[in-house]
C-alpha cells in the first residue's frame, strides 16, 4: 500500500484552516496547509503601513459568547478593550448603530423605551405585518420603516446587490435591536482586536506547520488528494467541482484605500454610508481600532461588487435556492470524495462570524476523521 505523505492537508490558510492546522499538528499529525494566496490569514488579514495597523480585507472585530473560544484564542494574543460602536451616515446626519435609544431618539424623538415601544408598536401596526417573510418585512416590524429606510435599505441593497425584499430575515437579526442608551454594536461578553494584529495571531497557530503558499489546490486536485489521508477544503465548493452544477451566488467586495496627513479623519473606525446613491458601504480609520496617535492616518473605504469567478468570494448569499444548491454540491462531495471534508465561511456556505468559524474547527473531530 502506498505510504501517504500527509495525514491531513488543509486547503485554505485562513482562520478555519490556521486553526485545525494548528489542532492538527498539536495531536502530532503530519498536516500540510495549501493557500492559493501569497500570504496566509485569508480575509482577517492585517498588516502595518505607516506604523498603522491596517484591515486588509475591511474590519474584522473579534467578540463571541463562547468561552472556549475566547480562551483558545487568548493563548496566542491578548486584545485590547475596543467596542465597536459605528455610526451610520444618510444624507447629512449620522445615527448610532447598533439600534438603540440613541438612533431612536435621533429619528423619532423618543426618550424613553416606553416612548419607542409605543412609537415602533404604531408603525408595525400601520404597516400591517404579523409574519415577516424577508429581510426588508423583518427590518420594518423590529425598527419601523422610517429607520428601515434611512438606515438599512440603501446599505442592504447596496451591500447585496439585490431588493431588501429578496434576502432572507437572518441576516438583520445579526444586529441588535435594544431598548437602552447602549451603542455598543455586538452583545457577547468578549470583545476586542488583538493588541499585534490578526495575522501574527494566525501566525502563531501555524508556526511549526508546513504551509505552501501560492499554491492553487485545484490545478492539482488529484495529486494532493493521492498525498494525504484526509483533506480539509475551505474555499467554494462550486469552485471544486468545476461549477457543475452551477454557480453559487456570493458577493465581493473592493477597497480603496487613502493615506491622510493628518492624525484624525473620522474621529472613530468605522462609519456605514447608508444612502443608496454613496457608491461605498463603509469607511474605515484604521487606527481607531488600536487607539493609534500616529501622524498620518490611512482610511480605506469598501465598495460591494459582483462576484465573478476572477474576484474573491467574501460573504455566501445564503437565500433557500443557493442554500439547495450547496446541499446537493455537499452531497456530491460525499459521494465523489468522502476523504474531502468541507468547512469554514465558504466550506459551509454560511455568513459566519470570526467566533463561529473558530467553535467549528474547535468541534472538527480531527483524528476520528483521518484514523
Ligand atoms: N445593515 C444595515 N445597515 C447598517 C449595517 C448593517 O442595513 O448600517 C444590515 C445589512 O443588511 C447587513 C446586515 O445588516 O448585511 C449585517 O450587518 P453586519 O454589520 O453584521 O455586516 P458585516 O460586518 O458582516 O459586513
Redesign the pocket.
Known sequence: MLIKMFDLIIVGAGLYGSVLAYRAKERGLRVLVLEKRTHVGGNVRDEQREGINVHCY?PHIFHTKYDEVWHFAERFISFNHFRYMPL?RYKECLYN?PFNMHTFYQLYGVQTPEEAKIRLEHERLEEGITEPHN?EEKAISLVGRTLYER??KG??EK??GCKATELPSF??E??PVRFTYDNNYFNDPYQGIPVEGYTLWINKMLDGVEVRLGVDFLHDKWYWLSQCKRLVYSGSVDALYDYQLGELAYRSLRFEDTLYDMENVQGCAVI?E?DITVPYTRSIEHKHFNFGRQPCSIVTREYPQEWDRTKEAFYPVDNESNRNLYLRYKELNSRMNPKISLGGRLGDYRYYNMDEVIKKALEFELIKKIL
Do not use: F, H, S
Request: proline share 0%; hydrophobic share 55%; no cysteine.
Open positions: 475591511g451610520a448603530l429581510l438606515l438599512i446599505y442592504t451591500q447585496w441576516i438583520i445579526r444586529l456605514n447608508t
